[in-house]
């Protein structure tokens, strides 16, 4: 009912740079908070960013100063800039999004998840 695509994943040396969108479409009543979560082989799925409707971003550690997370409220896409990128950062991204859908517009959000996208970063 809410599918969130995510694109824009791929290869890049170390120090290089990625934007990755994620658009959200179905019966969509309203979008709160999206974010960008990832998990490398063998690693837990962690939070890389995340960002309210109003604006307001939260980061994790390793990647703050090098992320940047944006998002176009008419378009319902949010995004993942994705700067001086390292090894470690290889993994799945996946997109999140906390949504209402218009078959019941008073209950609270639920949390939809993109299949996810490959990053690799390597030499």
């Known amino acids: 009912q809410l599918q969130l695509v995510e694109s824009g994943g791929g290869w890049v040396q170390p120090g290089g740079s990625l934007r990755l969108s994620c658009a959200a479409s179905?019966?969509?009543?309203?979008?709160?908070?999206m974010g960008w979560y990832r998990q490398a082989p063998g690693r837990q799925r962690e939070l890389v960013a995340r960002?309210?409707?109003?604006?307001?971003?939260d980061y994790a550690e390793s990647v703050k100063g090098r992320f940047s997370i944006s998002r176009d409220n008419a378009k319902n896409t949010v995004y993942l800039q994705m700067n001086s990128l390292k090894p470690e950062d290889t993994a799945v991204y996946y997109c999140?999004?906390?949504?209402?859908?218009?078959?019941?517009?008073?209950?609270?959000?639920?949390?939809?998840w993109g299949k996810g996208t490959l990053v690799t970063v390597s030499s």
């Open positions: 999140n999004a906390n949504g209402v859908l218009t078959i019941t517009p008073s209950r609270p959000g639920m949390d939809y």
């Open positions: 960002i309210t409707t109003g604006g307001a971003s």
């Open positions: 179905g019966s969509i009543f309203s979008i709160n908070a």
